[in-house]
Nanobody
Framework: QVQLVESGGGLVQPGGSLRLSCTAS????????IGWFRQAPGKEREMVSC????????YYITSVKGRFTISRDNAKNSVYLQMNSLKSEDAAVYSC?????????????WGQGTQVTVSS
């Protein structure tokens, strides 16, 4: 069993940056690909980024490419999402999920989410 906890959300002005963290307890994250998802009010949840088990492969949706960077530190049992040049449309609840691979549609474990608000 893996418990995931996100942190790092908050209020930021357009153009600002935030760094989200997803930290695991109960088991190692090293066995899982990790996806970052977001859901805004009235919208479907979408996976914005994913990092493979090895960390050698990463995935981003088009709208965040060049602005977001996903990384992992297995020694710290954590995955990070660096978000730069934030836009109002990035505002959402961001959650991390552990999965067998980035291509899998089955998320085995979820965190509780962290709110990102982008507003001036």
């Amino acid at each position: 069993q893996v418990q995931l906890v996100e942190s790092g959300g908050g209020l930021v002005q357009p153009g600002g940056s935030l760094r989200l963290s997803c930290t695991a307890s109960g088991d190692t994250l090293a066995n899982f690909a990790i996806g970052w998802f977001r859901q805004a009010p009235g919208k479907e949840r979408e996976m914005v980024s994913c990092i493979s088990v090895s960390g050698g492969n990463t995935y981003y949706i088009t709208s965040v490419k060049g602005r977001f960077t996903i990384s992992r530190d297995n020694a710290k049992n954590s995955v990070y999402l660096q978000m730069n040049s934030l836009k109002s449309e990035d505002a959402a609840v961001y959650s991390c999920a552990a999965k067998s691979s980035c291509r899998s549609d089955n998320q085995k474990y979820w965190g509780q989410g962290t709110q990102v608000t982008v507003s001036s």
